[in-house]
């Protein structure tokens, strides 16, 4: 037998076997495994659902509970910044949970520089000066009693410059009063060991400011006497 007849005989012992498979009846599954197999899909799809629900409902839990820490923080910060509005003849203001920021109301005329500077001239006796400061636009001078410890201080402010002025009105409120016809606020901030008083008014030209420990008739006293150097 040669070569090329033991070729053909392959070949055509290679067709005849392969056009079996061609001709092959097409695959059909049993109803049975149909019904499993939609079981197992539809198992499949059930907890692909689920697990997406759950996803989706730990997200939207996250998401609110982010929210909600946001806006404890935010009300928080306001809380802590809310102030409430104060106003007077001659000052305006706002009042926090501890202390009381204050603007004079009426600037119009007024002098930009100290052009005039004031004094106390009745000073009670046993205080000596303590402390002297003096700029364009405020001068200060403090004294006190070696004997008793206690102290007095007077400012003067250009009223422009009288900004970012803070008084302590935790344990007090500040009360109007008139000085040589000018309103001003009286504010007792005394405590259990020692009496303190302070008052600032507006003199139309001027911020005067009085503290010291005395009472609150001594202090205005000795506000009405001061005067201009």
């Known amino acids: 037998m040669t070569d090329s007849v033991l070729r053909s005989l392959l070949e055509e012992s290679f067709e005849r076997e392969w056009a079996s498979y061609a001709n092959a009846p097409e695959f059909k599954t049993s109803k049975k495994h149909d019904r499993v197999m939609n079981r197992i899909f539809k198992r499949y799809e059930k907890n692909t659902r689920k697990l997406y629900s759950q996803s989706t409902t730990t997200v939207r839990n996250l ?121 001003g606020l009286f504010l007792d901030i005394s405590d259990e060991e020692n009496i303190c008083s302070c008052v600032i008014w507006d003199n139309e030209d001027y911020i005067l400011e009085l503290y010291g420990n005395l009472a609150k008739n001594e202090i205005l006293d000795l506000a009405y006497y001061a005067k201009v150097l």
């Open 63 to 183: 998401s609110r509970r982010i929210m909600i820490a946001v806006l404890v923080v935010i009300l928080a910060v306001l809380a802590g910044c809310a102030a409430t509005y104060f106003i007077s003849q001659s000052f305006r203001g706002e009042v926090y949970s501890d202390n009381t920021e204050l603007f004079p109301i009426n600037l119009e005329g007024c002098p930009t520089t100290i052009e005039q500077k004031y004094c106390l001239p009745d000073i009670p006796e046993g205080y000596e000066v303590l402390q002297t400061s003096s700029t364009p636009f405020s001068t200060h001078i403090s004294y006190i009693n070696e004997q008793t410890g206690q102290t007095i201080s007077f400012s003067q402010y250009v009223k422009g410059s009288f900004d970012s002025i803070h008084y302590n009105t935790e344990k007090g409120e500040l009360v109007e009063v008139e000085i040589n016809g000018h309103y």
